[in-house]
């Protein structure tokens, strides 16, 4: 069986490996909490993506006039 040295598990490797850390604990969230911080989450997403989506409006606002411009000339 393999052995974990505490010392390291090699020179070139000296964190543990996978199966010799400790798991991550368990622990029960309130679903009510979860489910308002998730729609608070998405809430700000949706925020976000508006303020994203009126920038590339004016980017290619921009863009239309630029090559309006060059036509011109």
Same mark, same amino acid.
């Given at each position: 069986m393999w052995r974990y040295? $505490?010392?390291?598990?090699? =020179?070139? /490797? =000296?964190? =543990? ?5 400790? /798991? =991550?604990? $368990? $622990?029960?969230?309130?679903v009510e909490w979860e489910i %308002? $911080?998730?729609?608070?989450? &998405? %809430?700000?997403?949706?925020?976000? #993506?508006?303020? #994203?989506? &009126?920038? #590339?409006?004016?980017?290619? &606002?921009?863009?239309?006039? &630029?090559?309006?411009?060059? %036509? #011109?000339?």
């Amino acid at each position: 069986m393999w052995r974990y040295w $505490y010392r390291g598990w090699c =020179p070139r /490797h =000296p964190w =543990p490996p996978a199966w010799t850390r400790p /798991h =991550p604990q $368990y $622990y029960r969230e309130d679903v009510e909490w979860e489910i %308002k $911080y998730l729609e608070y989450m &998405k %809430k700000e997403l949706e925020m976000e #993506i508006g303020e #994203i989506s &009126k920038r #590339i409006d004016e980017l290619k &606002k921009i863009l239309e006039e &630029k090559k309006s411009e060059r %036509k #011109i000339d």
